[in-house]
Each structure stands twice: as C-alpha cells, then as structure tokens.
C-alpha cells in the first residue's frame, strides 16, 4: 500500500498537468447531481409525499381489516383469478405457434439473406417495442372489454419477444450437427428437424414456460383497463374504495404467482434437467 501511495505521489510530481483539476472536477460534478435531484423535487412538488403520507396509512388500516371476509364474492374472485392464468397461458401458446416459424425465418443460418434478415427482424421489433398494455388499449377498443383482448394484446406483443429469443438461439446452435445431417442427403427440412431442433428445443421450452410465469402478472395489470381476468376485479374495488377486497386479491395473485412459479421450475427440471 505504501509503495502504491508512493508511486502515485512520484506521477503526481512528474505530471502535474493530469492530476490537477481532478479533486475540483470531482466536486462540480456531485454538486450539479445534488441540484438537478433538489431541482426535480421542486418540480414534481415532492413535498406532497410528506403531507399525503397519512392518507396511505388510512388506506393501509382498511386493508388490513378482513372483517367482513364473509360476505365478500369468493367465487367471483377466484374464476377471475383462474380467468387472468388461462389468458396468459392461451396468449402465450399462440404466440408460440407464430414464434417457432418466424424465429427460424429469422435466423442468418437458415435464410442467409440480409435484406430478408433486416426485414424480419424489424418485424420482431415492432411487436415487441409496444407494450401489452398499449396492444390491450387496442384491442379493448376493436374488440370490447373481456379476457379476449387481453389473450390478443399477450399473444402479440410474446410473438415478437418469443421469435427474437428463438431467432438468436437457432443461430447459436453447433453447425457440426447440421453438417453431420446434411452429409447423408437430408435436405432443409431435415436439417431443421434433426440437426436444428434438438438443440433449440430446451430453450424454447425453458422460454415458453418463463414467458407463462410473466404473463401471468402481466396479465394482472392488462385487467385493468378492461381486458377481463383479476385486474378488472381488482380496479372496481379500488374505485368503490374496497380496500380490504383489494388487499385480498392482491394476496390472491402473489398466491397465484408463487404457484405458477413453483410449477415451472418443476417442469424446467423435469423437461430440460
């Protein structure tokens, strides 16, 4: 330590120009951090958390009050629960049956041609780049209000996601396969199905079964613009101020989440190992 503080000290003499100014540059930069953040503050007002903070915790005593769990709608509850994990679970295998092609058209090593690449993948862009939200506002508009929309919203936006993560794992894959399947006469179709898909397989599904587990809270938050599931459940209460119904449904979709967790883990394990 004492060499290395030596050494430093030894530049310093020999080449003041580039030490000098640091220490104050250092300063000037924290200070402008600091009054850019108080700057923000002032803007956005962030006084109003101080004052309103008793409000939250009103809000917090009347969702911690279960009193009335009895008279509550549980079956309503709980099919609206059911109703958010079916629309991620069908959004997300129709965006697989679209992702599975669409990622090997994607891919350099199946279609070399870079015009063909530049356009699919551009595609891929453009579904993934707007959020499910901004497709549910669509299709709660074209369509009505209802799990429909929802399905549509996740099954487009996972279709872009999914042919991207598919794409790049079909173009990661070990070409001495292919060449193995390709020097007995097989020909594309072949070469995909025995020397591509054996390898991409467990990340498609590894994907597949994360893509579930996320839409399922995704698909929480679609219901509250209207696209059916527990999300709509969720925003009626908080509009009639049931705070201790939406306390419940949040526990509801946490229980949900962990189940749907656990059970893919189960199934990485037991497909992939």
Not at 211 to 227: D, W, Y
């Amino acid at each position: 330590m004492s060499g290395t503080t030596h050494d430093i000290a030894a530049e310093r003499r020999r080449h003041p120009e580039v030490f000098r100014g640091k220490g104050w540059l250092r300063w000037i930069l924290l200070a402008g951090i600091c009054a850019y953040l108080l700057y923000l503050m002032w803007l956005f007002d962030f006084s109003r958390v101080f004052t309103d903070l008793p409000r939250v915790w009103v809000i917090v005593r009347l969702m911690v009050d279960w009193t009335h769990i009895a008279e509550w709608d549980h079956a309503e509850l709980w099919r609206s629960m059911l109703e958010t994990v079916a629309m991620a679970y069908l959004g997300t295998m129709l965006a697989v049956v679209f992702a599975v092609p669409l990622g090997f058209l994607g891919a350099r090593n199946v279609i070399p041609r870079p015009v063909f690449h530049f356009f699919t993948r551009r595609l891929f862009d453009g579904l993934r780049g707007l959020d499910q939200l901004i497709w549910a506002l669509v299709f709660v508009r074209a369509m009505g209000l209802g799990p429909i929309a929802g399905i549509m919203a996740i099954a487009v936006a996972e279709t872009g996601v999914l042919s991207k993560l598919f794409a790049e794992a079909v173009e990661n894959i070990d070409r001495k396969q292919v060449e193995g399947i390709t020097s007995v006469g097989a020909g594309l179709l072949g070469r995909l199905r025995f020397g591509v898909l054996p390898q991409v397989l467990p990340v498609m599904i590894s994907q597949t079964l994360y893509s579930i587990e996320s839409n399922s809270r995704e698909a929480t938050i679609l219901g509250l613009v209207g696209a059916g599931g527990i999300g709509l459940r969720l925003s009626e209460r908080i509009q009639i101020n049931a705070w201790d119904q939406v306390a419940y449904v949040i526990v509801l979709i946490l229980i949900s989440v962990a189940l749907i967790d656990a059970t893919s883990r189960y199934l990485r394990l037991r497909l992939i190992g």
